[in-house]
């Protein structure tokens, strides 16, 4: 979302769709992609720039696409490695972003996706979430929850509840939250919240409903 008028939506149903709206959703427009897989993220670091991440998993199918005029024309950017899918990404501006890979690799660039470094989690499965404060401090999210300060170059650890966890949302590099796992006791989804940089977690959904599953959330402050 560029703005609360400004939308895009894309597609997880395996034809790489893309939807826009300039007017808050009343009218939509389908704009091509240069995907022919499932979209899982956009993002737009600047008003022109844009970036996608799409692929099949079961596949091993990855794809990342890149526009410079705001989304109207994507062409496919040359991918960090063969038979991985990409899932998530986040750039901080249209050179320096991070994707997620499966397995539990972060793809960095500082050229616009022209190359990439690679950088091990050290953690295992699919980095599902990943998410930057600034071109040094983030978390990556997989079977496990790890804390870069340097760029990428060392990931950390971070103790999280038992649970499958499926995706989080970062506010700043002390509060975030992460959703998707489901309660030990009655297998119910759940929401934790951390305001220590995972120091200690709180539950603050309680146990929701169990046909509930919770693929993501937006924080907007701590409240």
Not at 147 to 155: A, D, E, L, P, V
Not at 190 to 219: A, E, F, H, M, Q
Request: proline share 5%; aromatic share 8%; charged share 10%.
């Amino acid at each position: 979302m560029n703005s609360p008028s400004d939308i895009w939506l894309s597609s997880t149903g395996g034809v790489g769709s893309l939807l826009h709206t300039t007017n808050s959703g009343t009218n939509w427009t389908a704009i091509p992609s240069a995907h022919n897989v499932a979209i899982f993220q956009l993002d737009f670091p600047t008003t022109d720039t844009a970036f996608s991440c799409a692929g099949n998993i079961p596949g091993s199918i990855g794809q990342i696409a890149k526009s410079v005029n705001g989304g109207l024309n994507w062409s496919l950017l040359t991918t960090p490695a063969i038979n991985e899918t990409y899932v998530t990404l986040d750039f901080l501006n249209g050179s320096t972003g991070y994707v997620g890979a499966a397995p539990a690799n972060v793809y960095k660039t500082t050229n616009g996706g022209a190359s990439w470094i690679t950088q091990s989690t050290g953690g295992s499965g699919t980095v599902l979430s990943v998410q930057m404060i600034d071109v040094n401090s983030g978390y990556a999210l997989s079977t496990s929850l790890r804390k870069t300060i340097n760029g990428g170059t060392n990931w950390v650890p971070i103790t999280i509840p038992a649970g499958t966890w499926v995706n989080m949302n970062v506010l700043d590099m002390d509060v975030l939250f992460i959703n998707g796992a489901t309660a030990p006791s009655n297998g119910n989804p759940i929401i934790y919240k951390s305001t220590n940089g995972g120091g200690s977690w709180t539950n603050v959904s309680g146990d929701l409903p169990d046909s509930l599953t919770v693929n993501r959330t937006k924080w907007l402050n701590l409240n």
